[in-house]
């Protein structure tokens, strides 16, 4: 196994080639879903994979399948992949690097003449993200059974146009159903988006799940009403009692401290008039811990505090669950595998929860999954200064290529 290696050059070359489609002043990536950056990173993934043989689908909700040909075509694919849409101030390599990644495997692949035992099946998820559809890994969700697909295309933006319509519009509506179908096995590299690896000095995360989450909207309703005449005794400003609740929300968290998390991280304020007290607030609540019965505890705190919160400041509350993605542990024989590649390639690595959701806490509902992590500069993502090394990269997609081959034999 060890004789197939990456190509790290390679690999770094097409990150940072990629990374000019939405790319910032600042150096980042600006790819939201279904966008003109998001189509044009999309024909040049497709180019790629088809210069190395591969056969490129896309499915009804725009996943992108790339699959290399196995000795027996009748075998379940083995799978891996990641997503090429970003945040609106994103990185480089969030996603990015489980897909091209993935690509790098492919071309050692072939390079080498091996030809796997199964069919290979690199795949980008359409709307991993979820900052331009609501929630995130909305279509690797839909291939799992957790969404159907008309509800995905139904879904809007902030700016009220239809998933379906963006689809259509960027021309990556595909044929292929979007359904789950038999697979071997799931691996996904991704950077770790925070600062464990780096700061216990270990350059592979073998990923053994992903915490639980949930995601709220929540509308406030107020009065509008002149800021230089109005008392503040007759005031019901939905903007006030909004950044009351959010401080709740960082209290609810810290309650259930060291691994609770509670975010507020989306506002909107109306009339957002400097002399008109705000009428309604609209804000989005994420709450995490890798325990179900925690999570589930936060909510019930959440709902208490801010129904307390809205009777004392006299404004209406309306809170909407938008997302249960409960915490999903993943296969022990795959993350062996990804243990075991990274001591064949020399690289330490230690075991590690995910706090990030990802395609694969999806996968895992109907194959045998795993993760793969590299270490990113002071654990910083969604920001973009997102930043890791070439030989990070490398050495992560060297362990994908070492799991998958493990997978080839034992599944």
Not at 46 to 53: K, P
Not at 121 to 148: D, H, K, Q, V
Not at 348 to 371: F, L, N, Q, W
Request: aromatic content about 6%; proline content about 5%.
């Amino acid at each position: 196994m060890s004789n197939i290696r990456i190509d790290g050059s390679a690999l770094w070359a097409d990150l940072m080639e990629t990374a000019r489609f939405g790319g910032t002043e600042k150096g980042g990536i600006r790819r939201l879903t279904l966008t003109e950056e998001d189509r044009q990173v999309r024909d040049w993934f497709a180019a790629a994979c088809t210069r190395l043989g591969c056969v490129v689908t896309v499915d009804t909700l725009g996943n992108m399948f790339a699959r290399r040909r196995g000795q027996d075509e009748t075998l379940p694919p083995l799978t891996m992949g990641s997503h090429l849409d970003t945040q609106p101030t994103g990185g480089k390599f969030d996603g990015i690097l489980g897909v091209l990644g993935g690509l790098a495997v492919l071309r050692a692949l072939e390079e080498s003449g091996h030809v796997t035992r199964h069919p290979i099946e690199l795949i980008n998820w359409t709307n991993e993200e979820g900052s331009r559809f609501s929630p995130p890994m909305m279509c690797s969700g839909a291939y799992a059974g957790a969404f159907t697909e008309q509800e995905v295309l139904d879904k809007h933006d902030r700016a009220g146009i239809r998933f379906g319509d963006a689809l259509d519009a960027i021309g990556y509506r595909g044929e292929r159903p979007c359904r789950a179908t038999p697979v071997a096995a799931y691996f996904e590299l991704h950077i770790e988006q925070g600062p464990i690896l780096e700061v216990e000095n270990r350059v592979i995360g073998a990923v053994t799940g992903v915490q639980g989450m949930r995601w709220y909207e929540v509308t406030i309703g107020g009065k509008d009403a002149h800021a230089g005449s109005t008392p503040m005794t007759l005031r019901s400003d939905a903007l006030l009692a909004a950044a009351t609740m959010i401080g709740a929300v960082s209290d609810i968290a810290r309650a259930h401290a060291p691994q609770a998390l509670g975010t507020v991280g989306l506002i909107e304020n109306r009339p957002n008039s400097s002399n008109v007290v705000p009428s309604e607030t609209f804000f989005t609540v994420d709450l995490r811990h890798p325990d179900d019965g925690i999570v589930a505890l936060m909510e019930q705190e959440l709902r208490a505090r801010f129904k307390a919160i809205a009777e004392t400041m006299g404004v209406t509350l309306a809170i909407r669950p938008i997302w249960d993605a409960p915490a999903v542990p993943f296969d022990p024989r795959c993350v062996a595998m990804v243990s075991d590649a990274a001591a064949e390639a020399g690289f330490e690595s230690m075991k590690i929860v995910s706090g990030p959701g990802h395609d694969a806490a999806y996968m895992a509902r109907v194959a045998p999954t795993a993760m793969i992590f590299v270490p990113c500069r002071d654990g910083l993502s969604h920001n973009e200064s997102e930043s890791i090394t070439e030989a990070e990269a490398e050495a992560g997609a060297n362990v994908l290529l070492g799991a998958l081959l493990r997978a080839d034999l034992a599944f």
